[in-house]
């Protein structure tokens, strides 16, 4: 759709996110990867615009670890609004359906266990 915008008026949108890297849970731990939506709305004026925010899993090292829209830079920018919620998991590392699995509780430091 074609929108007509006024100088210095903000406009709303949704922007896609786009989810980058491989979680060490996922891949050493068998847990599942988990990302909730794949957009977020957002307002701000049109030179500010952007298509997508990229969320970076590779910090996702045990079991329900996650990303929220907190925790991206973006969320911080003063000049770009976010209108869904900033505690919205973007991705989160899940145990499977099965629980977690045995190797990996063997694994996992004290401090996952308590």
């Known amino acids: ?26 891949k050493l731990k068998g847990a599942v990867l988990s990302t909730p939506i794949t957009h977020i709305e957002v307002r701000c004026l ?10 970076d899993v590779t910090g996702l090292e045990n079991f329900y670890d ?17 209108l869904t919620s900033l505690n919205t998991v973007l991705a989160s590392a899940n145990a499977p359906k099965g629980g977690i699995p045995k190797e990996a509780e063997e694994t996992a430091p004290a401090a996952d266990a308590a």
Not at 12 to 19: D, E, F, N, Q
Not at 46 to 55: A, I, S
Not at 66 to 82: R, T
């Open 66 to 82: 996650n990303v929220k829209i907190s925790d991206l830079a973006i969320a911080q920018d003063e000049k770009v609004e976010i």
């Open 1 to 26: 759709d074609l929108y007509q915008v006024t100088e210095g008026e903000k406009v709303t949108t949704t922007v896609g996110v786009i989810i980058e890297g491989l979680a060490p849970a996922v």
């Open 46 to 55: 049109p030179r500010d615009l952007f298509h997508n925010v990229t969320v």
